[in-house]
Each structure stands twice: as structure tokens, then as C-alpha cells.
């Protein structure tokens, strides 16, 4: 068993419907053993594409619910969109494990805001697409809003919000 190769048709089959983890599927579809079937669909990797599939569905209908276009062709292309983001902020560069810490710890306290990565459209005139979309953190989109293009964000914002993130982790500062 191919993990890796799995992982990628997996990926592909749940773009064309539904996420699906039964055993019985999995065994017929990618000629599995029972155990082998089993372990894949118990596996971190299953819980991954199921988290993904979950952000792709909810992202999709509130694009549909606020009339804005959503431009990722299918769940596959909208999967390997995010996996290239890396793990950070692309405004502030704050990898979003490091922010995670930070919530846990309440040096960040917020009734809005976490941890969770945003899906933020750079340019907020158009559509949700792999082009236009990054992830970034709830800092960031929610002073970004739609009032200053990514770029200009990034270069005046970015480093501050990085900075402050830092500090906060660290103990330079606290935010009581
Ligand atoms: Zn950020």
C-alpha cells in the first residue's frame, strides 16, 4: 500500500462527490486487503482530506451565499492550492502552529477571532480563485478588510503584525 499514491486518488475521487470513508469503498475502489482498507480509512491522511473537503464545501456555499464568485475549478485543485500555501500568514509570515500557541495560551483573547487560517482574496473586487486567494491570519484579514490592496498591506502591515505576534509569544510584550 502506496500511502502517498492513495492520498492523491483519494483526493481526486472525493472530487467528484462526497467524502467518503467507508471501508467497503476504499477496498473495491483501490483493490485493498480489509486491513489495508481499514488503516487508510483510520489514517491521519483520511483525517487531513476530510478536513479539507469541509473548508472546500464551506467556503464554497458562503461564496454562493454572498454572491461572490468561486472560481476553484473542483476540490482537487482547490487542495493542492492550499497545501502550497505553506503554513504561514502570507502577509505577516506568522506560521499559523505558532499562532495556534498563542490562542492556547490567551496571550491573544478574542470573541471574534483564532487561530483557524482565513481564505482571504487579495483582491477583494474579484472572486475566490487560485490566482487571487492566500491564507492568512485573522489579524491580518481583519485589518486588510477590503480597504487597502495586498501589496501595499503587506510591505506598511505585515512585518508589524509578524512582530507583534513574536513578541507576544516571546514575553517582550503582553496584551493584558
Ligand atoms: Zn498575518
Keep these: ?7 492523491k486518488k483519494h483526493i481526486k475521487f472525493t472530487s467528484q462527490g462526497d467524502f467518503i470513508r467507508s471501508v467497503k469503498t476504499l477496498k473495491a475502489r483501490y483493490n485493498l486487503s480489509d486491513s489495508e482498507a481499514e488503516a487508510f480509512a483510520n489514517s491521519n491522511e483520511m483525517e487531513h482530506i476530510k478536513l479539507m473537503k469541509s473548508k472546500f464545501t464551506h467556503k464554497q456555499s458562503s461564496a454562493k451565499r ?3 464568485k468561486f472560481g476553484f475549478k473542483d476540490f482537487q485543485e482547490f487542495y493542492y492550492w492550499y497545501e502550497a ?3 504561514r ?3 505577516c509570515n ?3 502552529a505558532l499562532l495556534k500557541k498563542v490562542f492556547a495560551k490567551e496571550l491573544l483573547d ?3 477571532f483564532n487561530s483557524t487560517p482565513h481564505i482571504e482574496r487579495k483582491d477583494s473586487n474579484a472572486g475566490y480563485s487560485v490566482d487571487n486567494c492566500v491564507l492568512t491570519c485573522s489579524l491580518c484579514n481583519n485589518a486588510k478588510s477590503d480597504m487597502m490592496n495586498a501589496e501595499n498591506f503587506k510591505n506598511y502591515f505585515g512585518k508589524a503584525i509578524g512582530k507583534f505576534v513574536a513578541d507576544l ?5 503582553t496584551n493584558k
Design 110 to 112: 478574542s470573541k471574534k
Design 66 to 68: 454572498q454572491g461572490i
Design 85 to 87: 500555501q505553506g503554513d
Design 89 to 91: 500568514c502570507y502577509y
Design 94 to 96: 506568522t506560521e499559523f
Design 169 to 173: 509569544y516571546s514575553d517582550v510584550i
Design 1 to 7: 500500500m502506496d500511502m502517498q499514491e492513495l492520498v
